[in-house]
Structures are given as C-alpha cells and as structure tokens.
C-alpha cells in the first residue's frame, strides 16, 4: 500500500546522499575475490589478505559476498554471531551492531591497520527484491564503510553464476584464485571466459597451494595463453601462494592462518601478494595505469551496480 510519509522519507534520503556525495571523495580500494571451483581456498585467502593489509596499515573490511552460503565468520573463527546482514537490511540492527572487529597484530596497530568482517546470511535475489526506501536506507548504511576502511574486500561465491560475476564487474579490481589441479584450472578459464569484456588489468590471477613459485607460474602462464588465444584477453598473474600444512590445520581450528603463524610459508607469500596489491592499487611504482586510472567508486554505486546486473540477468533467464 502506499504510504505518503515514507515516500517523503526516502526523498529526503536521496537528496541528503547526493549532497554528501557531492562533497566526499571516495577513497575506498575494492577488491572482489573469486574462483571456478570450491575448496581452492579462496575464502581462507580473503582472509589472510585482510590480515596482511592491515600490517601495512590499512583499514580492512571483509564482506561474506556469498550471501547465499555464508560462512566466513566461522573460518574467522566467530563462533554464534549474533547478527549479519540481515538484521541491516531489515532495520533492525546499525552496521556498528554488525561488524565485528577482529585483533590485529603489534605492527598493524602501532601502523593504525585494523580488520573487521560484514558477515553474509542474506541472498542477493532478496536484495534486489526490497523497495526502493529499503535499498536507500540499505545503501546509506554501508556508505558508512567509507569512513571506516580503506580497502573492501568481497570473498564472492565460487563458480560462475550471476551473483559471483556482479561483484566481479562492479569492483575495481578482481582476484581470481585457482591451483595446479585440472579441474580447478579449467574452471578458473571458465571464469574468465563468463567474464566477457571485463578489462585485462582489472583482472587478476593468484595460484593457490602451489608447491613452488615455478608450478605457480607454470599454471598461470597455461591459464593467460590459452585466454589470450581462444577470448583475446588474459588475466595478469599477481603470485602465488605455496602448500602448507598449517592452513588445513588453521581451516580445522577455525583459525586464521596468517595472524597465527606470520612466518609460515604461506603466511610469507601473503604478505607478498598484499604488497603487490598495494603497488597495483595505490600506484607503487607499477606500470598498471589502466588500474589505477580506475575510478573509485563509492559503497553507493557498487552495491547498485551490483544489483543491477542482478535484476538484468533475471529478466534474460
């Protein structure tokens, strides 16, 4: 039914946000993070790199983008969080009520770094469903995400359905994960391929579980030539990450990896690939300029770029 004074409400809304928009630049990095296939470690990564941002004192905040299955607050080892997504899009709950802050190490502190986790638990069919005072009141809640982090990190689902590709297209730059195996390699090309016209250089591949830099390159040297022959394009390769034995032992534990153990193997190649982002994103001497040229997008227009292509893509099926 209609209802006048919420009408009145979200134009006030609308007109409130487009002055504050006038007058803020958005600083925000936003990085979208997915995969061909489950059990690459996609998830486990997104977090570690969270992690090892915030040792080079960035602000990080991790959002669970795979709203239909999520579980990033377990494997951050949040056990019953008391609320997610959901409770903000239904009004019940602040995105302060929501976000959970995590300890850093002594480094990330002493450098101002911090980490905090937007936890899932809502579909994006049933965002691209609310009305519009819903989605504005939604929006506004999450633009404050600009004020409190410089990087967004977006662990999306894996595969190559809409929701996983919306975040890949609205982000500015997206991180592909994949491992040696076959299967894994195929489906990464698979993503690719899904992707379409997505620019080379907001695309990115990291090889997981790799038993040496060398395999590591191997396979992302198959992945960008065969992409480069059959669509045109390829993915620029960023690293790798080497097998350890303490990630299955962190997963198991609901541990994080790279705050547990910072001089493990992994932990090492981490650190590696968030010092190449940093490069890449903040302009370090890298030759990318087509990235950094990117235009930063506010919380706003990602999340309706997002939707978007959401409610496009359920008008073509």
Avoid: W
Avoid at 31 to 48: D, E, M, P, T, W
């Amino acid at each position: 039914m209609y209802n006048p004074d919420q009408a009145v409400e979200l134009r006030r809304l609308v007109i409130d946000n487009k002055k504050n928009e006038q007058f803020i630049q958005p600083k925000l990095h936003t990085i979208a993070v997915l995969s061909g296939k489950g059990g690459v470690g996609k998830s486990n990564l997104s977090c570690a790199l969270a992690f090892a941002l915030a040792d080079f004192g960035k602000k990080v905040v991790l959002v669970d983008a795979d709203l239909g299955l999520a579980n990033l607050d377990i494997l951050c080892g949040v056990r019953n969080a008391r609320f997610n997504i959901a409770h903000l899009i239904d009004g019940s709950r602040t995105l302060s009520e929501i976000l959970v802050h995590f300890r850093t190490s002594e480094r990330a502190s002493k450098l101002n770094g911090s980490v905090s986790l937007l936890p899932g638990g809502y579909g994006l069919k049933e965002i691209a469903d609310l009305d519009d005072f819903a989605m504005e009141r939604l929006f506004l809640e999450l633009s404050s995400l600009e004020d409190l982090s410089d990087y967004l990190i977006m662990d999306a689902g894996a595969g190559i359905h809409k929701g996983a590709l919306a975040f890949a297209y609205a982000s500015e730059l997206t991180l592909l994960v994949t491992t040696p195996e076959p299967t894994s390699i195929r489906d990464a090309y698979g993503v690719i391929k899904s992707l379409g016209s997505i620019p080379d250089a907001k695309l990115m591949l990291i090889v997981n579980m790799a038993s040496s830099s060398r395999e590591a390159l191997d396979v992302a040297e198959r992945i960008r030539l065969a992409s480069m022959q059959f669509l045109g394009n390829a993915p620029t390769y960023l690293g790798f990450v080497l097998k350890d034995d303490i990630v299955e032992r962190s997963v198991k534990n609901c541990r994080i990896f790279y705050r547990d153990e910072p001089d493990a193997s992994a932990s090492i190649c981490v650190r590696n690939l968030a010092g190449e982002l940093l490069r890449v994103l903040d302009g370090e001497n890298f030759n990318l300029q087509s990235v950094n040229s990117h235009s930063l997008k506010g919380i706003k227009s990602i999340f309706r770029a997002i939707i978007s292509r959401i409610k496009k893509g359920e008008k073509n099926e």
